[in-house]
């Protein structure tokens, strides 16, 4: 499985930049894909997470992005896009996308662990 994000970049405060996650490499009837970032001597963090189960999606966000971050997944293409709104400097990380089952649970969605597959990471950085 091979995953590739991109779209990360500058954007000053108050902008918005998609950043997307393209995963191949098998046939992919259900997944669950996570957004995660770190800041410098930071954690990672969860930001969001989208799973699909074949039949319908359901979504999760960290509070510090809910209402200005979206999620959503190409029904074409194996890729999920994170559009991210109203960007404020402290949004400035590397953020990872992880690929992993689509029979998760919901509330596992914001572990780590529940991933299996990462990309590489897309730097996002935001000025004030």
């Known amino acids: 499985v091979q995953l590739q994000a991109s779209g990360g970049g500058l954007a000053q405060a108050g902008g918005s930049l998609r950043l997307s996650c393209e995963f191949s490499?098998?046939?992919?009837?259900?997944?669950?894909v996570g957004w995660f970032r770190q800041a410098p001597r930071n954690e990672r963090e969860f930001v969001a997470g989208?799973?699909?189960?074949?039949?319908?999606?359901?979504?999760s966000y960290a509070d510090s992005v809910k209402g200005r971050f979206t999620i959503s997944r190409d029904n074409a293409k194996t890729t999920v896009y994170l559009q991210m709104d109203r960007l404020k400097p402290e949004d400035t990380a590397v953020y990872y996308c992880g690929v992993g089952s689509g029979s998760l649970i919901i509330g596992m969605i914001r572990n780590q662990r529940s991933y299996d597959h990462w990309g590489q990471g897309t730097l996002v950085t935001v000025s004030s």
């Open positions: 989208l799973r699909w189960n074949g039949r319908s999606r359901s979504t």
């Open positions: 490499g098998r046939t992919f009837r259900n997944y669950a």
